[in-house]
């Protein structure tokens, strides 16, 4: 590492950002609270609550990691957030390690790594992380866009683990966290007739009542099931590298969450997300590239 | 930084990776090409050659950290690729400083940073990027993919600088460097009316006939007008952070690059680029988020 980025590591103190409304009340906001141990470096119990089978959600660590920078930098909120993933984490201890690479007037940069202990209590690493925070509620109000929301039927036409034949494997953990609605039109794949079509609709929320927020949106671009599904294929789609931007502060209330793969080519694909709030506001976009493993 | 990760940054040896075919012979390569001072570091002298008005193309920029991470990783094609731009880069002297995050079967991960050197000659970091690699030749041929290439006219119904009132402004010094020619359908801004849409198409090489691979895709997602001048803005869009995945190795002659925007809010807007090949192959997607800076 450079010298310069090293020197800015350990600042001598960090200004504490504000815990997110609600911390304690609400199970995101426990599952992701880190104990500082020492400037910009973070201990963490990773909650099983948040497990797809057996590994940890992307999106919860991408969470961790968000919440960790908003802590080691002076801006509070993840505009761009980069992370590769590394090796698969499992519930129990990890450490964050953050790394301040650059802070200005309206940006700072930031990066942070996720560790987990081998059997002789070695570091590996897990995530690497790149950002680029700002604070939400500066930005100007202007919105000149061509997007528009997507087209979900009304919650109560769309379907989740527990309205029958679980279309979400009921053996997942997280999904006794989510309220995760989804749009009958890409749930073919839970019924054998997979549409081929690389999309996936759902309303999100998270079943505590606890609204959104930018460290939930982290969350809610990776939560839905892989859009590999409706092109036909089942097995594991694990995430090489996720990018979200956080565009706008979500508005209380239950998100609709749009995910498109043009391009499933090579044995990877890649994964579009778009959130929008209640609002009608586009809040975050974000992008993976994931590989295929057929099951 | 985190013990296990700066021990991996400057391991005894690295493998050479083969350098881009016609090394020497085509510009590209030329003001690409990086002399190692020791493992894992590089030094550069930063073309004038790929400015637009004073500013290096961020492009440009891009492959010449992604040919770094090419030599410093066992592998050697970039799969997805994450840049945060820190400060502005200027013509001249740069040293490339990388770090191998993960090295894997099929896929390693680097960390490499851009440095220039202020008055007193200490190291000002411009660009941070994190990266995982493979080798495209080692993919399976499957295409599964609903995505079509761009519609644009045939090349000789396009226009760039050279077909008269310029488009592109001739002030450039990339200009004279990339073959580029604009869907007309996309130019109403160059004629002052633009079409209102965030969308922005064209015919893309090297001017010097230099073929593409992944190192020149890295350019080719960023070389194209802004699409905020479809939009009716004009100024600045600097990049915040772009993120390039490779699907597929290109086949030699033009690529169509078709880039979209769908939302411009806060004083930000993404900017996602789709890259074909002549044999009508996805090669390169790519998502930046930019600031608009009015003029």
């Given amino acids: 590492m450079p010298e ?97 690479v650059r802070t200005g007037r309206t940006l700072s940069t930031g990066q942070a790594s996720l560790f987990q202990y081998d059997e002789n209590g070695a570091e590996v690493e897990r995530i690497r992380v790149l950002a680029s925070y700002g604070d939400l509620d500066t930005l100007p109000d202007d919105v000149r866009t061509t997007a528009k929301p997507p087209a979900i039927p009304p919650m109560d036409q769309c379907f989740g683990p527990e309205d029958g034949p679980a279309p979400v494997d009921g053996s997942s953990a997280i999904a006794d966290r989510l309220m995760l609605k989804l749009d009958p039109s890409t749930l073919g794949w839970a019924l054998g007739q997979p549409s081929g079509k690389g999309e996936m609709r759902a309303w999100f929320g998270l079943k505590d009542g606890r609204d959104p927020d930018p460290l939930s949106l982290l969350l809610a671009v990776d939560a839905l099931p892989p859009t590999a599904f409706e092109i036909g294929l089942r097995g594991w789609v ?47 976009q974000s992008r993976q590239l994931a590989r295929v493993r057929l099951g």
Same sequence: chains 1, 2.
Avoid: K, M
């Fill in 4 to 100: 310069a980025a090293t020197a800015a590591a350990e600042p001598a103190s960090i200004a504490l950002v504000t815990a997110p409304t609600g911390d304690g009340e609400f199970e995101f906001d426990r599952d992701t609270a880190l104990t500082r141990r020492a400037p910009g470096v973070y201990d963490i119990d990773l909650s099983a609550g948040w497990t797809i089978i057996s590994a940890v959600n992307g999106g919860y660590l991408l969470a961790v990691l968000g919440r960790a920078l908003a802590d080691a930098l002076p801006h509070r909120d993840p505009f761009t957030i980069s992370a590769h993933y590394l090796t698969a984490s499992q519930p129990g201890p990890a450490v964050v390690r953050t790394d301040v």
């Fill in 238 to 284: 694990p995430t090489v590298e996720l990018t979200v931007h956080v565009r706008c502060r979500p508005a209380p209330g239950p998100l609709r969450v749009s995910i498109t793969t043009r391009n499933l080519a090579g044995g990877f694909l890649e994964e579009d997300a778009e959130v929008w709030d209640s609002a009608d506001r586009l809040v975050a």
